[in-house]
């Protein structure tokens, strides 16, 4: 298993300012993910944060949005740049136990609301 | 869309009736996962099932996994109202080494 600690937890933030979420592991893993989930939706993925590379971003994300940083393998940022109220969600970092095959834990969330 | 389907969007039962959702999915996986919420709380995990596997079972929880229709359902039996809560799957994608959710079941329990 997997614990994972974000920060913060909650966050009212004004438009156009940037925010940095942290996520931090209690054990080191290969396969971290971010998701978003806005009110009333599933889960989408952002981006798989790669250790000591860029992360892959998927479709409708892009890195000057929400640039991540993951320098080991326990520890990943998510910014949100220039924000917008349509920023406003719930931002969800996750790690897979276990490579591929295992279960997908996940942090508290970040619920973020831009005025 | 990124997200998989799931059918039914929102499903409303009888205390004690059983309650199954559907989930459909793009290509080859892994696993196929599924995933409780309760309103404005956390993602809880209730059951893995592997691509090789064809059913699985926890407690009340039966899972099955078809993979030539690409396609999971759960059924959770004697359903009480504390089964409230949003259901969501998640797809192993061994291609692409991303987990993807569906769109989420709404279960709603009337007492």
């Known amino acids: 298993s997997a614990v994972i600690s974000q920060k913060p937890s909650r966050d009212i933030c004004q438009r156009g300012t940037s925010l940095t979420i942290q996520c931090q592991v209690d054990?080191?893993?290969?396969?971290m993910f971010w998701y978003r989930q806005q009110p009333g939706q599933s889960l989408t993925l952002i981006a798989t944060?790669?250790?000591?590379?860029?992360?892959?971003?998927e479709s409708g994300f892009v890195i000057d949005k929400f640039p991540i940083s993951r320098p080991n393998l326990t520890f990943s940022t998510l910014t949100v740049s220039n924000m917008s109220p349509e920023d406003s969600s719930i931002y969800l970092c996750?790690?897979?136990?276990?490579?591929?095959?295992?279960?997908?834990?996940f942090g508290e969330g970040s619920r973020l609301t831009v005025l | 869309s990124q997200q998989g389907e799931e059918d039914p969007q929102a499903l409303s039962i009888q205390e004690g009736e059983n309650a199954t959702m559907n989930c459909s999915y793009k290509?080859?996986?892994?696993?196929l996962q599924w995933y409780r919420q309760n309103s404005g709380r956390g993602l809880v995990h209730l059951i893995l099932?592997?691509?090789?596997?064809r059913e699985k079972h926890s407690g009340r929880l039966r899972v099955t996994l078809d993979t030539s229709k690409k396609s999971s359902s759960l059924l959770i039996t004697a359903s009480r109202a504390a089964d409230t809560a949003s259901y969501f799957c998640?797809?192993?994608?061994?291609?692409?080494?991303?987990?993807?959710f569906g769109s989420g079941t709404r279960l709603s329990i009337r007492p």
């Open positions: 996750s790690v897979l136990a276990g490579g591929l095959g295992g279960e997908l834990f």
């Open positions: 054990s080191q893993v290969t396969m």
């Open positions: 944060a790669n250790q000591g590379s860029e992360a892959t971003y």
């Open positions: 290509t080859s996986i892994n696993n």
């Open positions: 099932i592997r691509s090789n596997e």
């Open positions: 998640a797809s192993g994608y061994s291609s692409a080494s991303k987990i993807i």
